[in-house]
């Protein structure tokens, strides 16, 4: 099986009888990306990935941008890029310490989910990186198991509309409305587009 169970999963298997069911669905997971997987990857334009510290301290993280910014290299090779945030490099900044991922791709409109774990290296000088408008460095991903999810659970929800911010070719990303908060007075990074007074804005504040 390419999936392997740690004894807790084993515990709870054991305890609820599925153990049969875990390990016929283990024959199903596989280190390498299919067709299909590559079709689904690459439709997608946003996924939550799951990282964690050396200590072990998790983060989890949503990544979105226009569909096909994950693309699909080769069965072991899946690449996205990293575009301007916060700044606090929660996620990313993990990988230097701790390169195993936890990547969920979902098709919200079909509930259609896919599973992808692996190890991640930052490439500052990848040369796809020139194919990204607006990425920082682009993050490759090596894949331990590949699985499909069950789509029971999964709220079915419809596109309003696309981030604006997300980088294009086809436009200039505004600045965020946020960096221009006197509370990030003096933060912002020296080349910053949010220093350029002829930058558009954009409403992006959260509302909680």
């Not at 334009?45 to 979105?64: Q, R, V, W």
């Not at 000088?125 to 920082?136: E, H, K, N, W």
């Amino acid at each position: 099986m390419s999936q392997d169970y740690h004894d807790g999963q084993r515990v709870l298997q054991e305890r609820f009888d599925s153990r049969r069911l875990a390990d016929r669905l283990a024959e199903a997971t596989t280190a390498e990306i299919s067709d299909v997987h590559r079709e689904f990857i690459e439709a997608r334009d946003m996924f939550f990935l799951a990282t964690a510290d050396a200590n072990a301290a998790p983060e989890c993280s949503y990544k979105g941008g226009d569909p096909g910014f994950v693309r699909v290299v080769d069965p072991r090779t899946v690449v996205f890029p990293d575009y301007d945030g916060n700044g606090m490099f929660l996620s990313i900044g993990n990988l230097a310490v701790n390169p195993q991922v936890g990547m969920l791709f979902i098709d919200l409109t079909a509930g259609t989910r896919l599973r992808l774990n692996g190890t991640a290296s930052v490439e500052f000088d990848d040369p796809l990186i020139g194919t990204y408008p607006g990425a920082r460095f682009v993050v490759r991903v090596t894949p331990t198991a590949v699985f499909a999810n069950c789509r029971r659970y999964v709220h079915r929800y419809g596109l309003v509309s696309r981030s604006p911010f997300a980088p294009s070719d086809s436009h200039e990303p505004p600045v965020p409305d946020w960096k221009l908060d006197p509370w990030f007075e003096g933060t912002l990074p020296a080349d910053d587009p949010a220093h350029d007074p002829d930058r558009a804005i954009g409403e992006s504040t959260p509302r909680f």
